[in-house]
């Protein structure tokens, strides 16, 4: 059996003939080190495979800023033992970096690094035909050059590709490919021995009349044997998918079998019994609905052996996602809840994008939580942990809580550290993290979800006297963007006081009845609609009214900040005034303040 080849020479090679960053010293546990690259915002989707590990060397697809607006190119970073990153482009024929049209959430790159130390990238296609590229010199991250005309099938039309290796080296592909002329998108599964060098087509693990294949993880045990999951919609496509399937597929028998080990004749149909299916249609659900449905699903295996798959399900109705983990055993498959977003708060969802491991005696789920605040999407990855044999799921956050959603792959390194790749497109700029979380150590008592949802919130705590309080201000906009929005306790861009548009330095006035101690004032502006920061409240003065006036508590200009929080330093006070010099840097120059909260101090 071939195995794996140390690529540490191979690759400290390769590092020393390219343009490098020097290392940095490792983040803590749990923290994110951004790559120290650019990150285009296209780089937005986590069903794909866009990392690798080989001996200590983890490797990241992105997708980097294009040289016109729209459009991308892929790279590849790795980063060495040490913290060093290098980086690199894929080049066409005449070595120029190859530039791809952006289509957010479909065209993500996966690759994946064979027992030779060659790194093969499958890129930008969504129902088009092959975008391959594969490195010329072993671990090299800047020597990725177009392969294409080597792949199979050159007519076939490729959607969503996902990489996994083997441990004996070889290099394996799942993709949906186009058979509309049928009336149906297939699963097919292709093979590289790198001993031959080149890919082959090696079985269609599904299809079927009337549906679409969604492919949502591949992954090989160490008897070569190659798990394969996957999810079914109507066709052509569908962003609501059903009926959760998994198999096996050996390529030494060319046979296919469901999880209790029964043979299952091939390709698989949502029709082909036995125990293939781990979510069933439920209550008002077929094919074609909206919800109930699925999206997104992970697996994680110990050994030959299924462990679990972790997976996105949203309930008849319902607008978010939960997280949920589903298990087999001979009385068949059960699932349990993770993430009740239901049970989180308004406002509060998953990102699309999740992933499980297992290591030892230990199963994680890593997911993204969001919530709005105040016209603005955050959200946080969650570690989810259990121990076999003991009931119960611990929480931790990993990394940074970011703007907009995150998207995220994991892989486990042999010595059982879990690599993540951490996607924030949204962010201002767009960011790529890098997070490693160690299995080794004691095991960390958790935290609780509420508590890291209300953190990701924002909610500072505090009695805010402004609430309901009496206000009046020198405009507004509309008769539906009065100055009573600004202290409703409601932070949502239909509850806004907006200023008219010729009144240039536009003033609002909050009073209550009793004077009290206050700790601090905070504002919050902005619209969500604004990715970045042009709509919030650019200049202005805070004042406070005490027994001795209008008092300055503090003045800003060219602010950026959604929330600013103005020490107040225990001063009495009756009222609040905003004293707005500059409204914002949008076009439509307006005051946009979703709230303003005068919270009393304590003690």
Partial sequence: MRRRIALSALAGAALATAGIIPAVAAPPQNAAEDLPFRVDASNQAGWWNPIDEVDGIAYFAYNAPGPTAATHEVHIAARSQDGTWTDGCLHDGAGACVSFVDDNGHN???????????????????????????????????????????????????????????????????????????????????????????????????????????????????????HVL??????????????????????????????????????????????????????????????????????????????????????????????????????????????????????????????????????????????????????????????????????????????????????????????LYLSAPNAAPAVLSYVAVPRSGPKTTGEDLVDIVAALRGDLGGTNLAVGAAVTASSQLRADTGPELAVDGICTDASRWISALDDPTPTIEISWPEAAALAEVRVRSGYSVDPGTSAVLRGFTVLIHTAQGWTDVGSYTANSDRLVRVDTAGLVADGVRLEIADPSASATDVARVFEIEAIAATG
């Fill in 108 to 226: 993500q790159p996966s690759i994946v690094v064979d027992g030779e130390g060659t790194i093969h990238a499958f890129v930008s296609m969504h129902h088009e035909q092959w975008n391959y590229f594969r490195s010329e010199t072993a671990g090299d991250v800047t020597s990725l050059v177009d392969a294409t005309a080597q792949m199979p099938d050159q007519t076939a039309t490729i959607t969503y590709p996902i990489t996994a290796h083997g441990a004996d080296g070889d290099a394996w592909l799942l993709v949906r490919s186009g058979a509309d002329d049928q009336r149906r998108r297939d699963g097919v599964l292709y093979h590289y021995d790198p001993t031959v060098g080149r890919w082959e087509t090696e079985t269609t693990i599904a299809a079927a009349v009337g549906y679409s294949f969604y492919p949502d993880d591949l992954q090989v045990d160490g008897d070569g044997r190659v």
């Fill in 230 to 419: 996957w999810e079914w919609g109507p066709w052509p496509a569908d962003p609501a998918r059903h009926l959760g399937s998994y198999a096996v597929y050996d390529p030494a028998t060319g046979g296919i079998e469901d999880v209790a080990g029964t043979a299952v004749a091939g390709p698989v149909t949502p029709d082909s019994g036995g125990a293939v299916i781990w979510r069933d249609f439920g209550a008002e659900e077929d094919i074609s609905s909206y919800t109930p449905a699925l999206q997104t699903a992970k697996m994680a295996l110990r050994g030959d052996r299924l462990v679990g798959i972790t997976y996105r399900f949203v309930e008849k109705d319902a607008t978010a996602y939960d997280v949920l983990y589903a298990s087999w055993s001979r009385s068949g498959w059960s699932s349990e809840m993770l993430v009740d977003t239901s049970a989180l708060g308004a406002g509060t969802a998953t990102s699309a994008t999740i992933d499980t491991t297992a290591h030892g005696s230990k199963v994680r789920v890593y997911a993204a939580v969001t919530t709005q605040v105040c016209g603005e999407l955050r959200s946080q990855v969650v570690k989810i942990e259990q121990a076999e044999g003991r009931d119960g799921w611990s929480y931790e956050t990993v990394g940074d809580a970011r703007s907009g959603q995150q998207r995220l792959r994991a892989v486990t390194t042999d010595a059982g550290t879990d690599l």
